[in-house]
C-alpha cells in the first residue's frame, strides 16, 4: 500500500507545514464555512480544482465526478450525490457561483466517444457506460461532424460543460436564484496539455482566461 503510505507522508508535510502558516483559517473554519464558489469537476487526478484556482481551505465546495457530468432533475430512480451536493452548496451554503469545469483527455469522454463499455457488466464498466450515456446525443452529432479523433473528443469534452450547465438549470432551486439574480453559473475547460483554463462566454464559446 505504498500508495496510502505516500498520502500519509504528505499529511505529515501538512501538518507540519501549511496547516501551520494558515493556523488561524483553519481555526476559523472550525465554526463553518461559507464558500463563494461550488465547482463541479472531474475526478481526473490530474485536475483538482483547489490547484488550478489556487484557493485556500473553506473558499470552494466541490463535488467531482466522472467528466464532470450533472444529470438532469429528476424525483426517485436512486441515489442522487451531484443533486444532493448541489442542493446543500446552493440552497444551505448559499454560495453566490457555481463553476462546472472539463478538461482535456478526459477518460469518460473517450469512453463515450468509444462506447468501448457498451453493455458491459457493472464491474466491467457498466456503471460508467450508464453514466456517460448522458453525451449519446452530442456524441452522435459530434462523432457526424468531426470524426472519432482528438478533434471530436474536445468538442465532447467542451459540450459536457455545456450540458452539465443546461442540466443545473432543470433544478428550480438553481434557476430561481438565477433569475433573480442571487446565483451565477459559469463554465470552464482545463487543457491539461498547455495548463491553460478556458472560459465559456454566454453564446456557450471558449476563450482562454
Known amino acids: 500500500m505504498d500508495g496510502f503510505a505516500s498520502l500519509l507522508d504528505g499529511y ?22 461559507s464558500p463563494q464558489v461550488m465547482v463541479i469537476a472531474c475526478s481526473d487526478s490530474r485536475v483538482d480544482p483547489a490547484l488550478i484556482f489556487d484557493v485556500s481551505p473553506g473558499e470552494i465546495f466541490s463535488v467531482r465526478n466522472v467528466a ?14 451531484v443533486s444532493a451536493a448541489l442542493e ?3 440552497t444551505q451554503l448559499e454560495v453566490p457561483n457555481v463553476v ?15 462506447r468501448g463499455f457498451k453493455n458491459a457488466p457493472e464491474g466491467e464498466g457498466g ?14 452529432r459530434i462523432v457526424a461532424q468531426y470524426g472519432d479523433g482528438p478533434e471530436a473528443a474536445r468538442e ?9 450547465l443546461r442540466n443545473l438549470r432543470s433544478f428550480a432551486f438553481v434557476k430561481e436564484r438565477e433569475n433573480a439574480g442571487k446565483l451565477a453559473l ?12 478556458h472560459v465559456m462566454n454566454d453564446r456557450g464559446k471558449f476563450a482562454p482566461a
Do not use: K
Open 156 to 164: 465532447l469534452e467542451l459540450e459536457t460543460v455545456r450540458i452539465s
Open 12 to 33: 505529515r508535510r501538512f501538518r507540519g507545514g501549511d496547516y501551520q502558516r494558515q493556523h488561524e483559517r483553519w481555526i476559523e473554519l472550525r465554526e463553518g464555512q
Open 88 to 90: 446543500f452548496a446552493v
Open 127 to 140: 456503471f460508467i457506460s450508464h453514466w456517460v450515456d448522458m453525451l449519446d446525443e452530442p456524441r452522435d
Open 100 to 114: 462546472v469545469m472539463g478538461h482535456g483527455s478526459c477518460g469518460g469522454c473517450q469512453a463515450a466517444l468509444s
Open 186 to 197: 459559469h463554465g470552464a475547460y482545463f487543457a491539461i496539455r498547455d495548463g491553460v483554463l
Open 68 to 81: 464532470n457530468l450533472v444529470p438532469p432533475y429528476e424525483e426517485g430512480g436512486g441515489r442522487h450525490g
